[in-house]
């Protein structure tokens, strides 16, 4: 009697399992059969697509990290790597604020982006071999070139990073600055003690107690540390030395051509209008420059050679007017730069313009 | 009858005879109470004097909720008000029930005493509420306590007539149903209103502890009596289960609910983080709720089950009005210290999710350009401490009331 019970109970519970997981099973045969037209590249569907017919990017990024990514009291995100974001939903988009900010951790950004969590990452990540290769990643343009650098008090009388032996190293816990920190201690044979943090406030307060000789961080981070010190700016120094190369650049999944192009022209439509000096504020004005090229990149219509008005379409599969969106909604490559680092004391140095002796470099939108 | 008077030692008596009684005693007494005293100064120093709790001011509501719209905070208005006056109201129908079988502790009493009692269990909580809305320019979240406070008294007054009547059985059954769907509504409105993805702040902590407590309940007990089943199956699944989930540290299977998901579901389809979240809580906790109500079962004796057999009930009988009612009271502390732990435990799934909820909340505010490298996260980690004490203290309090009228251990 209990047994037919328990049998009926059982055989209506497969059943409804059975409804479940063939219901399940329909959209997750389509869908892995469009993963898999995704992996063959053949009928591929781009990410472009789908961003466009989301209406909303999925922008990977960060909520505390000064100039770069920071949450304000109304839960915006504000900051460099944020504005970078925007720059891509304006482009392909054509709204600056269609852009949902995720934040994530540094141990599962990339796993964000290889599962599909996010369209981007924009999130201070340094372009290096094994990530380029390994996590399935394609870098883009740098949009910062930074570099691990130290500081020490003013009063400590180091000059350099040679001066420096058998002392306590403080950094950022889980980033490659603590990897770098002990290769260039083996290389230059010196003793230090690389003394990891969960925070840079925790540092801060290490570092005011004099439990640290020097605090290693990237140069950017630095700067606006130093800016921040209790006892003012002067009380600290930066050492000259940079012993490593940290090209921050956004990244997006491998095997996606259009998509990988679209967010590079996004970004490099920053550098390009300001080797040109159009600026937020007054690319109106270039609409009807004389200049065809400056036309052709904002989407205005140009004389082609057959004496026709025409638009420049790339076949980016961005919007004609996309560059004049990002610039006119979030603006140049020196805008945004001043917007965020600038605050902080930061030079552009290698950030400058190729024209200024620097590195940003934009191949020509024509 | 005789009275023996016992004469209470003065003051330096007491002091002479605990604190000072040997030479190692007096010594031990100064070094530690001076480090006391001096911690205690400092301690009292920080929160009133040095402590700059401006960041916590300015950046309450991201705390509290995180980046739930503006204009969507009427649902969480309502949704508080709904469940103040569901409270209120099985408060009431608990008292009037109890006033009827006169076994109500508190019908003795004077208002006074009432008072200084609502006082004892509730005081920290509604000083703290008090503490957090002093800390707002806005006149919305103090509208909301008052009208969730008024539902709670309504409630209260409206329950403590029902209670003492008695009612016809399926108008109590039905009451029941309503009682159990109110704060499921309540849920759904809220996340009808912002979608549970959207869930931040310490809503997140709460609420995904709440759910967590409320989905693990039921899916423990089952696992226990599995574990207990005489059907081989039944019971080596639930053994496998409980020691597999037992196994595993909670961040780990949190880390594993938030990366491994997407490659076997399409991210498109993958639950939100906040969903994950709660499904994890839910079948980590089971386990442990599983093995408490394990103990709570081995714990009564077996007379009464025999006991029960003997009156004639059904097994489903036995166990549901002999077995289950001991073996659960016994074990009322261990189950309420299971679900304080998993209270504190949201903060990880804030960490291992990227959810931001009030740790990571408290941990991003330190670096926006007002606030930062000012070495604010000590101020905001003492606030995100302060709030989950709040709550597991009171938690534990009323667990202990709990005990108290069940006479847990005393009988």
Same mark, same amino acid.
């Not at chain 1, 100039?67 to 974001?85: I, K, Q």
């Not at chain 2, 739930?68 to 709904?82: K, M, S």
């Given at each position: 009697?209990?047994?037919?019970?328990?049998?009926?109970?059982?055989?209506?519970?497969?059943?409804?399992?059975?409804?479940?997981?063939?219901?399940? +099973?329909? &959209? @997750?045969?389509?869908? #892995? !059969? /469009?993963? =898999?037209?995704?992996? %063959?590249?053949?009928?591929?569907?781009?990410?472009?697509?789908?961003?466009?017919?989301?209406?909303?990017?999925?922008?990977?990024?960060?909520?505390?990290?000064?100039?770069?990514?920071?949450?304000?009291?109304?839960?915006?995100?504000?900051?460099?790597?944020?504005?970078?974001?925007?720059?891509?939903?304006?482009?392909?988009?054509?709204?600056?604020?269609?852009?949902?900010?995720?934040?994530?951790?540094?141990?599962?950004?990339?796993?964000?982006?290889?599962?599909?969590?996010?369209?981007?990452?924009?999130?201070?990540?340094?372009?290096?071999?094994?990530?380029?290769?390994?996590?399935?990643?394609?870098?883009?343009?740098?949009?910062?070139?930074?570099?691990?650098?130290?500081?020490?008090?003013?009063?400590?009388?180091?000059?350099?990073?040679?001066?420096?032996?058998?002392?306590?190293?403080?950094?950022?816990? +889980?980033? &490659? @600055?603590?990897?770098? #920190? !002990? /290769?260039? =201690?083996?290389?230059? %044979?010196?003793?230090?003690?690389?003394?990891?943090?969960?925070?840079?406030?925790?540092?801060?307060?290490?570092?005011?107690?004099?439990?640290?000789?020097?605090?290693?961080?990237?140069?950017?981070?630095?700067?606006?540390?130093?800016?921040?010190?209790?006892?003012?700016?002067?009380?600290?120094?930066?050492?000259?030395?940079?012993?490593?190369?940290?090209?921050?650049?956004?990244?997006?999944?491998?095997?996606?051509?259009?998509?990988?192009?679209?967010?590079?022209?996004?970004?490099?439509?920053?550098?390009?209008?300001?080797?040109?000096?159009?600026?937020?504020?007054?690319?109106?004005?270039?609409?009807?420059?004389?200049?065809?090229?400056?036309?052709?990149?904002?989407?205005?219509?140009?004389?082609?050679?057959?004496?026709?008005?025409?638009?420049?379409?790339?076949?980016?599969?961005?919007?004609?007017?996309?560059?004049?969106?990002?610039?006119?909604?979030?603006?140049?490559?020196?805008?945004?730069?001043?917007?965020?680092?600038?605050?902080?004391?930061?030079?552009?140095?290698?950030?400058?313009?190729?024209?200024?002796?620097?590195?940003?470099?934009?191949?020509?939108?024509? | 009858?005789?009275?023996?008077?016992?004469?209470?030692?003065?003051?330096?008596?007491?002091?002479?005879?605990?604190?000072?009684?040997?030479?190692?005693?007096?010594?031990?007494?100064?070094?530690?109470?001076?480090?006391?005293?001096?911690?205690?100064?400092?301690?009292?120093?920080?929160?009133?004097?040095?402590?700059?709790?401006?960041?916590?001011?300015?950046?309450?509501?991201?705390?509290?909720?995180?980046?739930?719209?503006?204009?969507?905070?009427?649902?969480?208005?309502?949704?508080?008000?709904?469940?103040?006056?569901?409270?209120?109201?099985?408060?009431?129908?608990?008292?009037?029930?109890?006033?009827?079988?006169?076994?109500?502790?508190?019908?003795?009493?004077?208002?006074?005493?009432?008072?200084?009692?609502?006082?004892?269990?509730?005081?920290?909580?509604?000083?703290?509420?008090?503490?957090?809305?002093?800390?707002?320019?806005?006149?919305?979240?103090?509208?909301?306590?008052?009208?969730?406070?008024?539902?709670?008294?309504?409630?209260?007054?409206?329950?403590?007539?029902?209670?003492?009547?008695?009612?016809?059985?399926?108008?109590?059954?039905?009451?029941?149903?309503?009682?159990?769907?109110?704060?499921?509504?309540?849920?759904?409105?809220?996340?009808?209103?912002?979608?549970?993805?959207?869930?931040?702040?310490?809503?997140?902590?709460?609420?995904?502890?709440?759910?967590?407590?409320?989905?693990?309940?039921?899916?423990?007990?089952?696992?226990?009596?599995?574990?207990?089943?005489?059907?081989?199956?039944?019971?080596?699944?639930?053994?496998?289960?409980?020691?597999?989930?037992?196994?595993?540290?909670?961040?780990?299977?949190?880390?594993?609910?938030?990366?491994?998901?997407?490659?076997?579901?399409?991210?498109?389809?993958?639950?939100?983080?906040?969903?994950?979240?709660?499904?994890?809580?839910?079948?980590?906790?089971?386990?442990?709720?599983?093995?408490?109500?394990?103990?709570?079962?081995?714990?009564?004796?077996?007379?009464?089950?025999?006991?029960?057999?003997?009156?004639?009930?059904?097994?489903?009988?036995?166990?549901?009005?002999?077995?289950?009612?001991?073996?659960?009271?016994?074990?009322?502390?261990?189950?309420?210290?299971?679900?304080?732990?998993?209270?504190?435990?949201?903060?990880?799934?804030?960490?291992?999710?990227?959810?931001?909820?009030?740790?990571?909340?408290?941990?991003?505010?330190?670096?926006?350009?007002?606030?930062?490298?000012?070495?604010?996260?000590?101020?905001?980690?003492?606030?995100?401490?302060?709030?989950?004490?709040?709550?597991?203290?009171?938690?534990?309090?009323?667990?202990?009331?709990?005990?108290?009228?069940?006479?847990?251990?005393?009988?």
């Amino acid at each position: 009697m209990k047994l037919r019970k328990l049998l009926v109970v059982l055989t209506a519970l497969t059943l409804v399992l059975a409804a479940c997981t063939s219901d399940d +099973g329909d &959209t @997750t045969t389509t869908a #892995a !059969a /469009a993963d =898999a037209a995704d992996a %063959g590249g053949e009928e591929m569907t781009s990410l472009l697509d789908e961003v466009i017919a989301r209406g909303e990017l999925k922008c990977g990024t960060r909520d505390a990290l000064t100039g770069f990514a920071v949450l304000t009291e109304e839960g915006d995100h504000v900051g460099f790597d944020s504005d970078f974001c925007r720059v891509i939903a304006a482009a392909v988009l054509g709204d600056a604020e269609a852009v949902d900010h995720v934040d994530l951790e540094t141990a599962d950004r990339f796993t964000a982006l290889q599962s599909g969590q996010v369209d981007v990452l924009s999130r201070n990540t340094t372009w290096t071999a094994s990530r380029d290769g390994s996590e399935g990643a394609t870098f883009l343009t740098v949009t910062y070139y930074d570099g691990q650098g130290m500081m020490v008090t003013a009063d400590s009388g180091y000059a350099g990073i040679a001066d420096m032996d058998g002392v306590i190293v403080c950094v950022a816990k +889980g980033t &490659t @600055t603590e990897g770098n #920190a !002990a /290769a260039e =201690a083996d290389r230059l %044979g010196l003793d230090w003690e690389v003394r990891p943090f969960d925070d840079n406030d925790l540092i801060q307060e290490a570092f005011g107690a004099g439990q640290c000789d020097g605090w290693s961080a990237d140069s950017s981070a630095l700067t606006g540390i130093r800016a921040d010190q209790p006892d003012g700016p002067d009380s600290v120094v930066i050492l000259p030395d940079v012993f490593s190369k940290e090209p921050l650049a956004p990244l997006v999944l491998d095997g996606d051509t259009a998509w990988a192009q679209a967010v590079n022209w996004a970004i490099l439509a920053t550098i390009t209008a300001e080797e040109w000096g159009i600026t937020s504020a007054n690319v109106d004005t270039f609409l009807d420059s004389d200049d065809s090229n400056i036309r052709k990149f904002l989407g205005a219509s140009f004389e082609d050679s057959d004496g026709n008005e025409t638009t420049l379409d790339a076949g980016l599969g961005l919007p004609t007017d996309f560059a004049y969106q990002v610039i006119k909604q979030v603006g140049n490559y020196g805008e945004i730069f001043d917007r965020h680092l600038a605050p902080l004391g930061l030079e552009r140095g290698v950030n400058a313009l190729w024209t200024d002796g620097g590195l940003l470099y934009s191949p020509p939108y024509r | 009858m005789t009275t023996v008077s016992v004469t209470k030692p003065s003051a330096l008596t007491w002091v002479r005879r605990n604190l000072f009684r040997t030479p190692l005693d007096a010594i031990l007494t100064i070094v530690f109470g001076s480090l006391a005293v001096y911690v205690g100064i400092r301690g009292l120093l920080f929160v009133f004097v040095n402590g700059r709790w401006e960041i916590i001011s300015v950046n309450l509501k991201l705390l509290m909720v995180g980046r739930w719209p503006a204009d969507e905070l009427i649902a969480i208005a309502v949704a508080l008000v709904i469940l103040g006056l569901w409270a209120g109201l099985i408060a009431g129908i608990i008292a009037g029930r109890q006033v009827r079988k006169g076994t109500s502790a508190i019908e003795g009493m004077t208002r006074l005493e009432r008072a200084s009692d609502l006082g004892r269990r509730f005081g920290l909580v509604i000083a703290t509420l008090l503490l957090l809305l002093s800390l707002t320019d806005t006149s919305g979240p103090w509208l909301m306590v008052l009208f969730t406070f008024v539902g709670g008294v309504v409630g209260r007054l409206i329950g403590g007539q029902i209670g003492v009547r008695s009612l016809p059985s399926w108008v109590s059954r039905l009451g029941i149903v309503v009682m159990v769907v109110i704060p499921v509504w309540a849920y759904l409105y809220m996340a009808s209103a912002v979608p549970l993805a959207d869930w931040e702040g310490f809503l997140f902590n709460l609420s995904s502890a709440a759910a967590g407590v409320v989905l693990s309940f039921p899916l423990g007990l089952l696992l226990a009596l599995g574990r207990r089943s005489k059907l081989k199956l039944l019971k080596g699944m639930s053994i496998a289960y409980i020691e597999a989930v037992r196994g595993a540290p909670l961040y780990v299977l949190l880390l594993l609910a938030n990366v491994s998901l997407e490659f076997f579901v399409p991210a498109a389809l993958a639950p939100s983080k906040v969903v994950r979240a709660i499904v994890t809580f839910t079948l980590f906790t089971a386990a442990y709720i599983a093995e408490i109500v394990r103990g709570g079962l081995q714990s009564v004796p077996l007379g009464q089950e025999e006991a029960a057999k003997a009156l004639g009930l059904s097994p489903t009988k036995q166990m549901r009005l002999i077995v289950l009612p001991q073996a659960l009271r016994n074990v009322i502390p261990a189950q309420i210290g299971q679900f304080i732990s998993l209270f504190k435990d949201t903060t990880l799934a804030g960490l291992a999710l990227g959810i931001l909820d009030l740790l990571n909340a408290a941990g991003a505010i330190t670096q926006q350009s007002d606030f930062r490298g000012q070495g604010l996260i000590i101020e905001t980690l003492v606030f995100v401490g302060f709030l989950f004490w709040v709550g597991s203290f009171t938690m534990s309090r009323e667990s202990q009331r709990l005990e108290r009228k069940l006479g847990v251990g005393t009988r």
